[in-house]
């Protein structure tokens, strides 16, 4: 069974007397375990992608399936709920609480959940430690370097054990050398056994993955997969 798989997916939108397709007839199976980047330009459909994929959107047509179930046709609280549980979500711009510290803002998904307390703090300490920060737990975004957030925005997304990592231009406010150590976690990540699907426009990025789905005026255009080294 796929991880994720769309079957002629579209989503339109309506602007005054004219419909703008976003994606158009997008089929797109991705496998557990697999590292992917989503390439295109500007305006291509890849962001409409990303979020039908993350469950923040849903398609105008078509099936999208995640783990088996269709998830195209759920209501707001069950897409919220799959969204919680199933998927990680790391952003450019980190969106951490800046009064809170590290350990609290990987702990969010988890009360959000309902999990007890020191289950959520176990948790979250053994998030922080996998992607290297057991030395900053205490302490907040301002005393934290850009990487450090990016990698507590990362334990985030870990900490309830998601299906799916979904990064949206992960390294974009990020230095190249301090970029560069954002992949090299996802590396390791991948190499743990995560599903990556990182949306980028960058090929510097979208080498490190180990299949490239390319999308042009909303379809796919190419479909890559590159050996691993």
């Known amino acids: 069974m796929n ?3 769309l079957v002629k997916v579209g989503r339109y939108y309506r602007m005054g007397s004219e419909v703008i397709y976003a994606l158009q007839e997008v089929d797109l199976a991705i496998d557990h375990g697999e590292y992917v980047a989503i390439m295109g330009p500007s305006g291509s459909g890849k962001s409409t992608l990303m979020n039908i994929i993350g469950c923040l959107d849903r398609p105008t047509s078509g099936r999208y399936e995640l783990e088996g179930v269709d998830v195209s046709r759920m209501d707001d609280n069950q897409l919220a709920d799959v969204r919680n549980r ?3 979500f790391v952003f450019q711009s980190f969106h951490l609480l800046p009064r809170s ?42 005393e934290l370097s850009g990487g450090q957030r990016q990698r507590v925005a990362i334990a985030r997304a870990l900490v309830n054990r998601p299906a ?8 974009g406010n990020l230095d190249s050398r301090t970029g560069e150590e954002i992949l090299a976690l996802f ?11 990182v949306v980028t ?11 490239i789905v390319r999308i042009r005026d909303g379809r796919i255009a190419a479909d890559e997969r590159r050996s691993v080294s």
């Open 201 to 211: 426009h960058e090929e510097e990025v979208a080498r490190h993955a180990r299949r």
């Open 3 to 5: 991880l994720i798989r």
């Open 101 to 142: 510290t590290a350990l609290h803002n990987v702990e969010l998904p988890l009360i959000y959940a309902g999990l007890p307390a020191e289950q959520r703090r176990l948790m979250a300490l053994e998030a922080l430690a996998q992607v290297g920060l057991s030395d900053r737990v205490h302490h907040r975004p301002n």
């Open 164 to 171: 799916l990592l979904l990064a949206d231009e992960p390294t």
């Open 187 to 197: 590396d390791a990540l991948w190499r743990q056994g995560c599903t990556i699907l």
């Open 86 to 88: 199933r998927v990680g």
